[in-house]
């Protein structure tokens, strides 16, 4: 397994979360991490990305404000620190992995060749 990700849950709206991704192998060392996400009958949508070199981060508009996505290189952690939690934000909640040199595509699936099994968020109104 090269991407764990865990801290998924029940949550009611306007609670927090805190989502973790456990990178091993080579997967560790990777450029880009990510968190997307995927509610029922959509397609998989970009939340967050960090860059491990500098730390530089990445948000969609739909979460930018109220989600935080760190990085921990000794742990070889990704998190995602999920604030005032809306019933649209239920989703499953992927972390993924891409060793491409910086690019203007990290916030599309295509950009990641390395992906967790996912964690569900519910969050109720």
């Known amino acids: 397994v090269q991407l764990q990700a865990s801290g998924g849950g029940l949550v009611q709206a306007g609670g927090s979360l805190r989502l973790s991704c456990l990178a091993s192998g080579r997967t560790a060392s990777s450029y880009y991490m990510a968190w997307f996400r995927q509610a029922p009958g959509k397609e998989r949508e970009f939340v967050a990305a960090i860059v491990r070199n500098d730390g530089s981060t990445y948000y969609s508009d739909s979460v930018k404000g109220r989600f935080t996505i760190s990085r921990d290189n000794a742990r070889n952690t990704v998190y995602l620190q999920m604030n005032s939690l809306k019933p649209e934000d239920t989703a499953v909640y992927y972390c993924?992995?891409?060793?491409?040199?910086?690019?203007?595509?990290?916030?599309?699936?295509?950009?990641?060749?390395?992906w967790g099994q996912g964690t569900q968020v519910t969050v109720s109104s």
């Open positions: 993924a992995a891409s060793g491409r040199f910086p690019s203007s595509d990290y916030w599309s699936p295509s950009f990641y060749g390395v």
